[in-house]
């Protein structure tokens, strides 16, 4: 049982089906249409790989947000940062204030119907920590008007945040997904809305494993800092990133040696891992009503099998 941390990491694939032409079989260029690096904000990580991101990721098609930013430790917070966020350096930032009056749905319904009218043609996103009664919030969110809700498991993390809310944010973000897919199925609510989840996703079985469980888009954060030389030295909100990945310190930031090409490679080789694992045509197919068969590794807890099998099962529409 060395390596299994969460129950997603009980399962693995098999499938009776015969093998599909590869012609047949959605491309690389189609499938990371769907991955994203959501909202990073800028300050957490440096102007240079915001930039590298953003070329990368929106020249595939897919999805890379600038943040006005939340929560930064002032150490982070530069003459640049400050002035932008019409505060003085070295003053710790949080969230704007809109993000801090929520204290109901229907706050959350108003401030929704607001960025609409700013701006009608953008979809606005709303990030659920990945916890027990999530579907239930998901579904008001939903009726709020919300586009897009993130389910954002406990794995990964930020440049911004204090360590204490890195290690103890949300849980796996697989109960999470399947809990609000099925709560939003139940109440007649999910077409209205596109389920993106992440957490620590870093390979095609990640994606294949959220698709399962109703994802529509995947969001990929660590990873996509990583290919761009992150060391993982796990100090970036003191500002001291070694690489200049996540810090504002201009002689750090001179160190910084990623390519937009290289997280362009690694997020083709997820889409091509996606693709060879044979069972379906495209990764929009109807997974619960045609699904490959999950197996699960383990028999010596009944209640984990009993467990995993409620996750995977989905009231009749």
Known sequence: MSGMQVLRDLLEFKSDRSLIPIGRVEPASSIVKRFCTGGMSLGAISRETHEAITIAVNGLGGKHNLGEGGQLPGKKVSAYIARLRNSKPGVSLISPPPHHDIYSIKDLAQLIFDLHQVNPKDKVSIK???EA????????????NADIIQISGHDGGTGASPVSSIKHAGGPWDPGVTETHQTLIQNGLRERVILRVD???KSGFDVLIASIMGADEYGFGSIAMIVTGCVMARICHTNNCPVGVSSQREELRARF???PGDLVNNFLHVAEEVIYIPMFNTINENFFQDAPTLVFEVSWN????????SYMSVPPT
């Open 128 to 130: 659920l920590e990945a």
């Open 133 to 144: 009664g999530i579907g239930t919030v998901a579904s008001r969110v939903t009726k709020g």
């Open 199 to 201: 957490g620590g996703f």
């Open 257 to 259: 040696p990623g390519m």
């Open 302 to 309: 009944p209640s984990i099998f009993e467990l995993m099998k």
